[in-house]
T-cell receptor, first 113, second 107 residues
Framework: GAGVSQTPSNKVTEKGKYVELRCDPISGHTALYWYRQSLGQGPEFLIYFQGTGAADDSGLPNDRFFAVRPEGSVSTLKIQRTERGDSAVYLC???????????FGPGTRLTVT | GQSLEQPSEVTAVEGAIVQINCTYQTSGFYGLSWYQQHDGGAPTFLSYNALDGLEETGRFSSFLSRSDSYGYLLLQELQMKDSASYFCAVGDDKIIFGKGTRLHILP
């Protein structure tokens, strides 16, 4: 079956611009996670959705970051007033239940110039 | 706070066995997971231990001791394709990943 998909695969934007990153989880997976990963580091937790609601958003670095999952499936990570420090690979993962068995998408590489 | 410790690099010979350790400190805990990531790729799920003991999946095994806040990943019959970074991860709603162990395999 289809895995987790993310679009776009690459995004280059100018400092100060707004970006949206999309995640399509595996069908039927109720848990959805967003992470970001910098070179040589492990994935850094951003937010966890169980169904439509954000069960834990403690990893969002500041109020420029926001994520939604309005119908409990597709999720969008939104970043306002992008900064060069936001440059990273943004990973989405889904899971059939809130456990450690997560399936990752290919990621979106965000570059802020 | 929450933290995980795992070695930054491990080197082993093709066909051998290697163990990657992980110690953790976390406020919430469902279990310990392991992921593999090749350069340029996304993390791939390997194993998940919710209970103490050893879980075996083919050439890979994973162990957890909750009382010691410790686990390990055991890779047997190493192949060149196993050269990658390996991450342990723990948590409940919020999942924390270690910084990863880069596994180098020598022919």
């Amino acid at each position: 079956g289809a895995g987790v998909s993310q679009t776009p695969s690459n995004k280059v934007t100018e400092k100060g611009k707004y970006v949206e990153l999309r995640c399509d989880p595996i069908s039927g997976h109720t848990a959805l996670y967003w992470y970001r990963q910098s070179l040589g580091q492990g994935p850094e937790f951003l937010i966890y959705f169980q169904g439509t609601g954000a069960a834990d958003d403690s990893g969002l670095p500041n109020d420029r970051f926001f994520a939604v999952r309005p119908e409990g499936s597709v999720s969008t990570l939104k970043i306002q007033r992008t900064e060069r420090g936001d440059s990273a690979v943004y990973l989405c993962a889904s899971s059939p239940a809130p456990t450690g068995e997560q399936y990752f998408g290919p990621g979106t590489r965000l570059t802020v110039t | 706070g929450q933290s995980l410790e795992q070695p930054s690099e491990v080197t082993a010979v093709e066909g051998a066995i290697v163990q990657i350790n992980c110690t953790y400190q976390t406020s919430g805990f469902y279990g310990l997971s392991w992921y593999q990531q090749h350069d340029g790729g996304a993390p791939t799920f390997l194993s998940y231990n919710a209970l103490d003991g050893l879980e075996e999946t083919g050439r890979f095994s994973s162990f957890l001791s909750r009382s010691d806040s410790y686990g390990y990943l055991l890779l047997q019959e190493l192949q060149m394709k196993d050269s990658a970074s390996y991450f342990c991860a723990v948590g409940d709603d919020k999942i924390i990943f270690g910084k990863g162990t880069r596994l180098h395999i020598l022919p």
